[in-house]
């Protein structure tokens, strides 16, 4: 069945059913090695899985990794241009839960995305990116403990579906001449706008289908967080971007207060109903003047629209959400992505779940790892209902490859995030604790040795860092 694969000849298959996995005590998984520094960290994230694993469960549950290629590996096995070949993907399909490494991606040409293309083919919509602090940890930020969120990125659509024409490319051209002499000037408000005829074109996508199904898991994984936790940040710049990232917004709103109407509160419905219960009295029209400071300036017809949603909400949940009943409920909130990314540093404790697009996500992810030690501690997931691929934030970061230098912590807590889904929270727990003590005895990788004060000199090797975090299992 497979052209040059080999599969454990002992191990039994992970089977998802109505999108959970249901997983054995010996269970196959397809580990991608990939590129650049996944020659030293996947060496690494093997051996303390394995330990943890090991030390959890005395010989009666057991991974069977399984090598599949991609990247540059898979070229060297499959021949030139393979970078991901057939058996990969079926490798991947037939055992549900897989873990990689990360792939290289070429900049302004040449293949496109590895990494995306397995999220898009295998539907792997929620790219679930923990960045929390583990104490000792130096960071660059004064309180980076403050910081606990988890970035619910959507995988699939945005502009990374890759749907582009670069600059003087026939087809590309022929789309701009169908929007300026067409459909541009058809669409009276875009005025009389034209789009530069020597320019790349790139489409961007938002289906109410990808945002809704993404903001659908990150609301259901609110619900399993302690009560201060239980909160969705929407975040779109659709000031800007009206019908792509504003409909997002909107789609994430529609569906927490219809699919999910009895455990959500929205921010502007926490507003009116807890102006009602300052003041029994409170007419509809001051309600209205209090969630809207400009209200007193807007056109009559504006004024009408608050009051009629001020009135739903009082009309619609104020038995079921009304005195602060609407406290224990999930909290769903917008913020433009600009103003986000200064949240997070000004008022980190205030955030806990934020549900993004693909682009806003790839950022955020990054700029909030950086706030929590960096890229060495960026764990990540990528879900769908019947798959699951597990990979850190981070990329191959060439110019430490085969060094025995970089820090595997995202690629092992990516490990973490796998054994916690698959119910092994026991061997999860091991490796946290393990990372945990390594990092507050100072025993790190040269990324968060340079960051300590004093430095720590010399740092651990990659390999060394694996070794600190199985001892300090116990
Ligand atoms: N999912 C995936 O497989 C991803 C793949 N990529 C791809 O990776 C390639 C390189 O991308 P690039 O932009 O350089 O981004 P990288 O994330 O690979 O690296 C950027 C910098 O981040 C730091 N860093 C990265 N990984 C670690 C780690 N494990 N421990 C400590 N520090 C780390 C290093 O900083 P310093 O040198 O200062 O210590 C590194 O130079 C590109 O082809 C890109 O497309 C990118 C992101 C995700
Ligand atoms: O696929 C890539 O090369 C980059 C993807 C990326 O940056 C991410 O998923 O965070
Ligand atoms: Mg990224």
């Keep these: 069945m497979y052209e040059k694969l080999t599969p454990p000849t002992i191990g039994s298959k992970i089977v998802f059913q109505d999108g959970k996995p249901n997983v054995p005590d010996d269970p196959i998984i397809p580990f991608i090695r990939g590129d650049g520094t996944g020659v030293d960290i996947w060496p690494a994230t093997e051996t303390v899985i394995d330990a943890a694993v090991k030390t959890a469960y005395s010989g009666k549950r057991k991974i069977n990794w399984f090598k599949v290629y991609a990247g540059d590996e898979a ?47 295998f539907q792997l919509y929620a790219c679930v990116r923990p960045c929390r602090y583990y104490q000792g940890t130096p960071s660059p930020h004064r309180y ?60 961007k996508p938002i289906s109410k289908t990808g945002s809704q199904r993404l903001v659908r ?146 950022y955020l992810s990054d700029a909030a790892a950086a706030i929590v030690g960096g890229l060495g501690m960026s764990p990540g997931a990528n879900i769908g209902d019947n798959c699951a691929i597990f990979e850190a934030t981070h990329g191959t970061a060439p ?6 230098r970089i820090n595997p912590g995202s690629v092992i807590l990516s490990g973490v995030m796998m054994l916690e ?20 005895n100072g025993e790190v990788t040269y990324d968060l040795a340079r960051l300590m004060n004093p430095p720590v000199d010399p740092p651990l090797k990659c390999s060394e860092f694996a070794q600190a975090i199985i001892k300090y299992f116990a």
């Excluded at 970078?83 to 302004?108: C, N, R, S």
């Excluded at 110019?399 to 025995?404: F, N």
Aim: contains cysteine.
């Design 217 to 362: 898991k990150a609301i259901q994984h609110a619900l399993t967080l302690p009560p201060a936790k239980q909160q969705v940040t929407l975040v779109h710049k659709g000031n800007i971007m009206k019908y792509t990232e504003g409909a997002f917004r909107d789609w994430g709103y529609e569906l927490a207060t219809t699919e999910f109407r009895g455990e959500c509160i929205t921010e502007r419905e926490s507003w009116i109903l807890s102006n009602k219960e300052a003041n029994g009295e409170l007419t509809v029209e001051d309600n209205a003047r209090q969630i809207d400071p400009g209200y007193d300036s807007l056109t009559p017809e504006k004024q009408e629209k608050i009051c009629q949603e001020v009135k739903n909400v009082l009309d619609n949940i104020w038995d079921t959400h009304g005195d602060e009943k609407w406290k224990t409920k999930i909290m769903v909130n917008d913020r433009i992505a600009d103003s986000i990314f200064q949240q997070i540093q000004t008022r980190p404790d205030e955030y806990s779940i934020l549900a993004t697009m693909n682009l806003n996500g790839d």
């Design 144 to 203: 980076p403990e403050k910081l606990d969120v988890i970035v619910y990125r959507e995988n699939t659509e945005d502009i990374y579906l890759g749907i582009e024409w670069k600059q003087g490319d026939e087809i590309g051209r022929k789309l701009i001449d169908l929007l300026n002499q067409d459909l541009i000037p058809n669409t009276p408000e875009h005025g009389n706008k034209q789009i530069p005829l020597d320019s790349g074109i790139g489409i």
């Design 399 to 404: 110019k430490h490859a085969g060094l025995d």
């Design 421 to 440: 889904f698959m119910g092994w929270q026991e061997a999860a727990d091991l490796i946290q604790t393990g990372l945990a003590k390594a990092i507050a």
């Design 75 to 121: 070229c060297d096995e499959y021949g030139t241009y393979q970078y991901l070949p057939q058996d990969t993907l079926d490798a991947i399909e037939e055992y549900g839960v897989a873990i990689k490494g990360p792939l290289t991606t070429p900049v302004g040409g040449g293949i496109r995305s590895l990494n995306v293309a397995l999220r898009q083919l």
